[in-house]
């Protein structure tokens, strides 16, 4: 780690106040400004006119607010904005757009700084050179200024609270260019050492592009523009933009390519609409959430810290709760010992207290080898989200604390629904007609049944649609693999014959739940993924990750991944009736029909089933009463016993041949209780 004197860093602070020009977009809550060459920058300087706001009557507003547009900035600098709170020990370098001829300041510059300060994130703003300093090959004064910057960040990281391992870089159109730029140009400076800073590495550990421009070459066919060479040791990316940017959406598809090619790990997302130049303001655009996405993305990425960012459950002896330890002791004895299959963790909370925690390790790779190098219905395609055999997605994301909840994202997608309901963005009564969102025109076996099926019928698995979900997943007859080895899952259910009239037999069918992030999309105009982002997952303080379809619609039914903590927080919003930390999430009303058994399954003696919930029929005494269960393939179980104030997690892996049944799992947590009442000695 390269360490400068405190006297010259004061020095170089109190050189850059008094000379670098200072401006009101970067005065409120900078700790230092620093000039980046302090002999001047190589190459001389990049205009000869006065730094200035270049921002017109003429220039288009961004959510209903004007942009900074700073030009002529010849003497580059970098602001650290410090985070203050909850510091997490990582820094990203941000990269204002504004094609190589100004500066979006404020709206990709300090407001981005805003939120990343938030999240305990430090922000470094680069003011680099412009106009005429870049693209590659045309100039490269920006990369200087950018390698330059990452140079600085990390050999002065020890000063500033940073992890000099967990810096990265963010950019906005030209920006994220530079950003690319930079994760392909980093083993060679492009300008001769100035000083310490520069004998350390300016390589990005990770990389952020929103809508990039200039990675392909339009009068090219969109080749990949050749001075970006991605290799094994390019940084991993986060990379979102709308396909009607009239930048080129092929920027962002090409880049993404490239990393896939060279197996340096990448998140693309990719929306309709939205155009360019959005920056973080909020509008009714579904791209504008894509903030809560890179959060999750870094947590993943364990850029941030893993698991959920907000606090731990308080941890006590069951004893202490009135819980049996022995028989919990016993109960996990026969986990470890696999008489209850593949299970991977087991959390117990009561009161809002952990009691019980335990994991199990399976050597997933191994124990499913063979299965993965085969094509099948659980692999239709070798690689990637849907080889469920494949140890890199399935159970956990990627090596991280998230699981795969295969169909609990049923239970969490009707939990989101019903939230924006209680909001008012999803107007529609549930007795709304379903053809209503699709052109009957295009879609086959439209008949009267079809015409009365409704929201509820799909909220309710009682569609009446033609749907084989009875058969084992791996084989090839099951509606839900054949759905997810299509392009089109919503094309492919909604044209499904109908079998029954809607409302009268409970028919489970994965199908219905995709139905659901299509209308969803519909009615609100929203993405059900980032909007459970901005009103669940975020006031939970939840990390999730959300497979999506070919067509880029959330995989709702079967593809988050939540950790353990994330399934107890969902189980602890419906226990405590909707409110968390005294805010009202849900409502009261969509609690009561959610757990209220509209159809039952004769699986396992009869369960009810209520809005993408199952509800088991407690044996211990009286109607109507019930364990509320999410449910996966594989051994997914957040089980919630209302009476005892108390939520079961289970996590696993059994996906061949039969899975153990949810009754000894149930017999044996309840088995365990010793006082009904909810209280601690």
Known sequence: MVRFATSFVAVLFLTSISNAQQADWKARGAQATLELWPKGAPGGAAASAAEADMTTAKDHVVAGKAVVRLGNVSRPTITVYKAEKNNTGAAVVVFPGGGYKILAIDLEGTEVCDWLTSTGVTCVLLKYRVPDTGPLPKSEAALQDAQRAVGMVRAYAAEWGIDPQRIGVLGFSAGAHLAAAL?????????????????????????????????????????ANSEIHVTERTPPAFIVQTEDD???????????????????PA?????????????????????????????????????????DPVG????????????????????????AAGKFSLV?????????????????????????????????????HLTGPYNYFDPA??????????????????????????????????????????????????????????????????????????????VAYDDPKN??????????WVQYVIDRPMAHEPGNIFNYSSGN????????????????????????????????????????????EGGLYLSDDGMAKIGTLFLHDGVWNGQRILSHAWIAEAMTPFTTSDEEGGYGYGYQWWLWPRKDGGAKRYVWMGRGFGGQRLMIFPEEEMIAVFTGWKILGDEPGNAGFVERILGAVTAKACSAK
């Open 479 to 488: 509606d839900t693999a054949v759905m997810e080895a299509s392009e089109d």
């Open 267 to 307: 998140e693309l997302h990719v929306y309709a609409d939205g155009g360019h130049g959005y920056g973080l303001r909020k509008t009714a655009q579904a791209v504008t959430s894509w903030p809560g996405l890179v959060e999750t993305w870094l947590h993943t990425m364990k850029m941030l810290p893993s698991g």
């Open 513 to 556: 739940t995709e139905l659901l992030a299509y209308i969803f999309q519909k009615e609100t105009g929203q993405d059900v993924e980032t909007y459970g982002q901005r009103f669940l997952f975020e006031p939970l303080g939840m990390v999730h990750f959300w497979k999506r379809t070919p067509m880029g619609l959330p995989d709702t």
């Open 393 to 470: 997605w399935h159970p956990y994301y990627q090596g991280t604390e998230l699981h795969s909840m295969q169909s609990v994202s049923k239970s969490v997608t009707s939990t989101i629904i019903g939230i924006a309901i209680k909001r008012g963005d999803f107007k529609a009564s549930l007795d709304t007609p379903v053809l209503k969102y699709f052109d009957a025109a295009k879609t086959k076996n439209v008949d009267e049944r079809k015409r009365r099926m409704t929201i509820r019928h799909v909220l309710t698995m009682t569609t009446g649609l033609d749907w084989n979900e009875e």
């Open 344 to 380: 991977d963790s087991f959390k117990l909370i009561r009161c809002g207290t952990e009691i019980y925690e335990k994991k199990y390790s399976h050597d997933y790779g191994k124990i499913y080898g063979k299965e993965a190098a085969e094509r099948g219905p659980l692999n239709p």
């Open 183 to 223: 994760s392909t140009h980093f083993e060679k400076r492009a300008y001769g050492a100035v000083d310490a800073a520069d004998a350390v590495s300016c390589r990005p550990d990770f990389a952020v592009l929103v809508y990039p421009a200039y990675l392909a070459v339009a009068d090219q066919n969109f080749a």
């Open 246 to 264: 009239p930048v080129h959406v092929e920027s962002a598809t090409v880049y993404f390519q490239l990393l896939k090619n060279a197996n340096v």
């Open 312 to 335: 731990d459950w308080p941890k006590r002896r069951a004893s202490d709760y009135g819980v049996d330890e022995a028989k919990l002791a016993a109960f996990d004895a026969d986990i």
